[in-house]
C-alpha cells in the first residue's frame, strides 16, 4: 500500500485501534474522536514524515495530511482493520424515503458486480441457443447455464448476508435465512405430484395450498428460489431478534445460544408469516407495475427513458432496481427499468459529437475515455465532465432517451436478465423462449436511434464551440509580462470567491491555515452567503458536507476555499452545493450557498481561509491590500 507507513505510524501515535471512537475524514484531514486524547502523542504524529501537522479542535484529534487524504484515509481502514461503516459513511440518514434508498443501495450495491456478470453469461448462453450454435441439451450450455443461474438461483443466500450487515447482524445468520429458503427439503415439498393436505383461502386472489404443518400449524409454501423481498424482511426482524437475545444470554455462552435461539424463532416465523407475506407482497408489486406499464407503455418509455439520468444523478433509480429484480423472479421480465436502458447511448452519441465539433484540445482529450465509458454503459464521466457542465448537451440525452424508451414502450421491449450494460446489456433482451423476437430488434434499433440522434444534435444545435474557447496565453488578460527584466515573470491575478472583509491568513484560529501549511493565501469573512468560481476551471475537490471545494483552474493553479472553522462536524446542514466533483466551471458559476447566520448560532466560526495548494510551484503568492473585497476584486497575485 502507498501510505502503509503513514498509517501505521498515525494508528501508534493515536494509542492504537482499541482507542479509536470514530475516524472520518475531510478535505484535508483525517478527525478522530479518541475515547482517551491523553493516550495520544501529538508531538510524535506532528514529526511522522507525511503528516503536515495535528489540530485538536471540537473535540476532535485532527491530522492533516493534505489534499490527498481520501486515500490515505481508505488504508487507514485497511491497516486499522477498521470497517468503512466507522467512517465518514457512518452518519443517521434523514427522512423515510432516503432511509429507504440507503437500505435498498446497501443492500444490493455490493452484489450488483457479479449479478452483472452472471447475468452477462445466462444472456449469451441463450444467444448461442438463438443462433443454433449450441444445444439445449449439450455439455456446454448446462454448464454455462449453471454458471448464470447461480447467483439467482441462491439469492436468498447473497441478500441474506448483505442484509444483515447493513441491518448490524453477524452475516452468517442472513446466509442461513436466506440457505433454508432455498434448502432441497424446502423446495421438495412441493414437487409435482405431491397433494396438498387441504387449502386455505379457498376461492381468494390468495388462495393457498398446504403441504405440511409446524407443530400443527400450516405452513403456507412458497417457491422462494431466486426470491427478493422474503429474506430483506427476515434478516430485518432477525437483527431485532438478536439484539434482544443478546442483552438476555449470559456472555459466556453468548457465542452459540444467541444464534440458536435467534434461528429458532425466527425461521420458523418466517416460514410461517413472514415469507408468506413478503412474497405476496412482491407479486402485487409486479402486478402494479405491470398494470401502470400496460395503461400506456408509449408515454411510460418517454418519461422513463427522458428522466432516467436524472434518476441516477439523484440516486432514485435505486427505488426501481429491486422493482426490476422482482419482476425478473415473479413475472421472468421487466419492461419497466427497461425503458431506461439506452440513456448512455445517448450520451456516447452527444459525446462523440462534441469529441468531432470541438476544437479545445482539452475537451477533446476528455470527450475520448467519456465515450468508452458511455458506450459500456457507465455514463458518470461524461455526465459531470462533458454534458450536464454545458447544460444543452445534457437536454439533448434526456431528449435522445425519451424516443428510445418511446420506441421500447411501442416494441414492448423487455429485459429477461439482470446482466451487464452499455453494448454488454444486449444479451438482456433475449427471450429465453422465443429468442430474438420483436421486443429485442425493438431494442436495437432503440439504442440505435438514441446514438444517432445525440450525435446529430450535439453536431448541430446542442453545442457550439463558444462553449469551450480556445485560449492562448499571450492573450490572457490574467497574466501580465514583465518586459523590463531580463527573465520573463508572469503573474495571474486571482479575483475573489466571496464578498467580504479580508483577513491576513495567519490570524486564522485554525493552526494549518495559519502556518501556511496547507498553502499561501489569505482569508475573508464572508458578508454574503455565497462562493462563486474566480477562474474557469475543475472541480477537483467537493468534500460531502459542502464546506469546501477544491479548483484546478486551466493553467494548474490549485485553489481551496474552506467556509468557517471545523464546519465538517455539521455534516451539510447549512450548506448547499451547485457543483459536483469533476465538473468543468466557469468564471463566475455559483459553487456553494451557506446560511452564516446559522453556521455563527451554532457555535462555529465563518472565517473562510482561501489558498494555493499547490503555492509552492510558483515564486510568490502575494496577497491583497485592500480590506474588503467583492466577486470582482483581486485577492491573490500569483508570480510565476
Not at 501580465?480 to 531580463?486: A, N, Y
Amino acid at each position: 500500500m502507498k501510505y502503509q507507513e503513514l498509517n501505521e505510524a498515525i494508528l501508534k501515535g493515536i494509542g492504537g485501534k482499541e482507542n479509536i471512537g470514530e475516524v472520518k475524514h475531510c478535505v484535508t484531514r483525517l478527525r478522530f474522536n479518541l475515547k482517551d486524547e491523553a493516550k495520544a502523542d501529538q508531538a510524535a504524529v506532528e514529526k511522522i514524515k507525511g503528516v503536515i501537522t495535528v489540530v485538536k479542535s471540537g473535540g476532535q484529534f485532527q491530522v492533516v495530511i493534505g489534499n490527498h487524504v481520501p486515500e490515505v484515509y481508505q488504508e487507514f481502514l485497511e491497516v486499522a482493520n477498521i470497517a468503512e461503516s466507522t467512517g465518514s459513511d457512518d452518519v443517521e440518514v434523514k427522512g423515510l424515503f432516503n432511509k429507504f434508498i440507503d437500505i435498498i443501495s446497501s443492500i444490493f450495491t455490493p452484489v450488483l458486480g457479479v449479478l452483472a456478470a452472471t447475468g452477462m453469461i445466462k444472456g449469451l448462453n441463450a444467444m448461442f441457443v438463438a443462433f443454433g450454435w449450441i444445444g439445449m441439451e449439450s455439455g456446454t450450455y448446462k454448464i454455462l447455464q449453471a454458471t448464470g443461474d447461480s447467483l439467482m438461483y441462491f439469492f436468498p443466500i447473497f441478500l441474506g448476508y448483505t442484509a444483515a450487515k447493513k441491518f448490524k447482524m453477524p452475516p452468517f445468520l442472513g446466509m442461513i435465512i436466506g440457505a433454508s429458503l432455498v434448502h432441497p427439503l424446502i423446495s421438495g415439498i412441493m414437487a409435482p405430484g405431491v397433494e396438498p393436505l387441504y387449502t386455505l383461502f379457498q376461492g381468494t386472489i390468495i388462495e393457498s395450498p398446504v403441504y405440511v404443518t409446524f407443530l400443527g400449524i400450516p405452513v403456507i409454501m412458497m417457491n422462494y428460489g431466486s426470491s427478493v423481498i422474503p429474506v430483506i424482511v427476515s434478516a430485518y426482524f432477525a437483527s431485532k431478534v438478536y439484539k434482544q437475545v443478546d442483552k438476555i444470554i449470559p456472555s459466556v455462552v453468548k457465542t452459540f445460544l444467541v444464534p440458536l435461539f435467534t434461528l429458532l424463532i425466527i425461521i420458523p416465523l418466517t416460514f410461517l408469516v413472514i415469507g408468506p407475506i413478503a412474497t405476496w407482497m412482491g407479486n402485487l408489486l409486479g402486478a402494479v407495475t405491470l398494470a401502470l406499464y400496460n395503461l400506456n407503455p408509449i408515454i411510460a418509455g418517454i418519461v422513463i427513458g427522458g428522466t432516467w439520468q436524472l434518476l441516477v444523478m439523484f440516486g432514485l433509480h435505486w427505488g426501481l432496481i429491486p422493482i426490476a429484480i422482482n419482476n425478473i423472479v415473479t413475472m421472468g421480465f421487466d419492461p419497466i427499468v427497461t425503458l431506461g436502458s439506452a440513456t448512455s447511448f445517448a450520451t456516447a452519441g452527444v459525446v462523440l459529437g462534441i469529441m468531432i465539433k470541438s476544437k479545445n484540445k482539452e475537451v477533446k482529450s476528455l470527450a475520448v475515455p467519456s465515450f468508452i465509458s458511455s458506450m459500456f454503459g457507465v455514463s458518470e464521466p461524461s455526465i459531470y465532465g462533458i454534458t450536464l457542465p454545458r447544460k444543452k448537451p445534457f437536454y439533448a440525452t434526456l431528449f435522445a432517451s425519451s424516443i428510445a424508451g418511446l420506441i421500447m414502450g411501442a416494441s414492448g421491449t423487455k429485459s429477461f436478465i439482470m446482466g451487464g450494460l452499455g453494448i454488454f446489456g444486449i444479451p438482456n433482451y433475449v427471450n429465453p423462449e422465443t429468442g430474438m423476437d420483436k421486443g429485442f430488434y425493438g431494442y436495437l434499433i432503440a439504442i440505435t436511434i438514441a446514438f444517432v440522434i445525440g450525435l446529430v444534435l450535439a453536431l448541430t444545435v446542442a453545442y457550439s464551440n463558444s462553449m469551450d474557447p480556445v485560449e492562448e496565453i499571450e492573450t490572457d488578460s490574467d497574466i501580465k509580462v514583465d518586459s523590463s527584466s531580463s527573465n520573463i515573470v508572469k503573474e495571474k491575478i486571482v479575483t475573489s470567491p466571496i464578498v467580504g472583509k479580508v483577513i491576513p491568513l495567519n490570524e486564522v484560529k485554525d493552526q494549518a491555515f495559519s502556518a501556511g501549511l496547507l498553502g499561501k493565501g489569505v482569508a475573508v469573512l464572508p458578508e454574503d452567503n455565497v462562493i462563486y468560481a474566480p477562474d474557469n476551471g475543475v472541480v477537483t475537490t467537493l468534500f460531502p458536507t459542502k464546506h469546501a471545494v477544491g479548483l484546478t483552474f486551466e493553467d494548474g493553479v490549485e485553489l481551496l476555499i474552506h467556509v468557517g472553522m471545523d464546519t465538517v462536524n455539521l455534516e451539510g446542514e447549512c450548506f448547499e452545493s451547485f457543483v459536483e466533483q469533476g465538473m468543468i466551471v466557469k468564471k463566475g458559476d455559483m459553487l456553494i450557498r451557506f446560511d452564516k447566520n446559522k453556521i455563527i448560532e451554532k457555535g462555529y466560526s465563518i472565517e473562510t481561509p482561501i489558498v494555493i495548494t499547490n503555492s509552492a510551484n510558483y515564486l510568490d503568492v502575494i496577497e491583497t491590500s485592500t480590506e474588503y473585497v467583492t466577486s470582482e476584486s483581486k485577492l491573490l497575485t500569483i508570480i510565476f
